[in-house]
């Protein structure tokens, strides 16, 4: 190559120069973390209840037990917490009152001092045959309850699981004093066509249990509440 063919290739990467692609480091959107959540076995649902703000209400949280159309256990048995949807400046003391600022309270001019806008219900991932749940009223507390999984068996005994997946209900009307279900949370069942076990169907439940999923599940719970009419002091 002579040197004068050299001379001007030089100039040439001289003046136009490799175009880079910087790959650089960014911030991991929430959606990143909700999916490896998701991936290792963390399931939430929630619901909106801003609705309800303007009352208070104590929410008694349930979890009833079904072995296929048969009610096993209605959730009553034993201690059972209750939590507020919102608490209000007028049940503490007028000291503490007196100590507290409006913008630390959830709505200064109507009183309320911390309002829960959502119910969380969550499941952690199993631990041999239990799966803890978490019903969330933030800012105003938590209930943990636990629910035994059953093993379930293929007609010849050579496949089992205890996989179970949640599912929502369907919108329905506010009443107080009645049991409002939340979470469904089914086992998996056997599919002798296809000689698997699976959990598809109805990707919503119908309040009264009449959906279509349900009576291919051989064991479930619905997780739900009872909300009674609170006076505030």
């Known amino acids: 190559m002579s040197s004068r063919i050299y001379s001007i290739l030089l100039a040439a990467a001289v ?20 999916e490896l959540l998701k991936n290792n076995g963390y399931e939430a649902i929630s619901y909106d209840i801003t609705a ?3 009352t208070t209400y104590s929410f008694k949280f349930l979890v009833r037990e079904y072995e296929g159309d048969k009610l096993v256990s209605d959730g009553s048995e034993g201690y059972i917490y209750l939590l ?27 009183g309320i001092y911390s ?16 799966r803890q ?3 969330m009223l933030p800012s105003q507390g938590a209930v943990f309850k636990q629910l035994k999984l059953k093993e379930q068996h293929s007609p010849d005994g050579k496949q089992s699981t205890n996989g179970y997946l949640p599912r929502p209900f369907k919108h329905q009307t506010f009443k107080t004093d009645e049991f409002i279900p939340l979470m469904l949370v ?17 990707n919503v439940i119908e309040p009264d249990l009449s959906s279509g999923i349900i009576k291919n599940i051989p064991h479930y719970y619905v997780i739900g509440m009872v909300a009674t009419k609170q006076k505030d002091k």
């Open 15 to 34: 003046a136009f120069p490799a175009i880079c692609h910087d790959i650089k480091p960014v911030e991991s959107p929430v959606s990143t973390y909700v």
């Open 84 to 110: 507020k949807n919102r608490t209000m400046l007028s049940s503490f003391s007028p000291e503490f009152q007196a100590e507290i600022k409006a913008e630390d309270m959830a709505d200064a001019a109507s």
């Open 52 to 54: 309800l703000r303007d």
């Open 115 to 130: 309002l829960a806008e959502r119910i969380d219900i969550g499941l952690l991932p199993p631990t041999d045959s239990i």
């Open 133 to 135: 749940v978490a019903i």
């Open 186 to 202: 089914g086992s998996f069942w056997w599919d002798p066509e296809f000689e698997v076990f699976r959990f598809c169907g109805d």
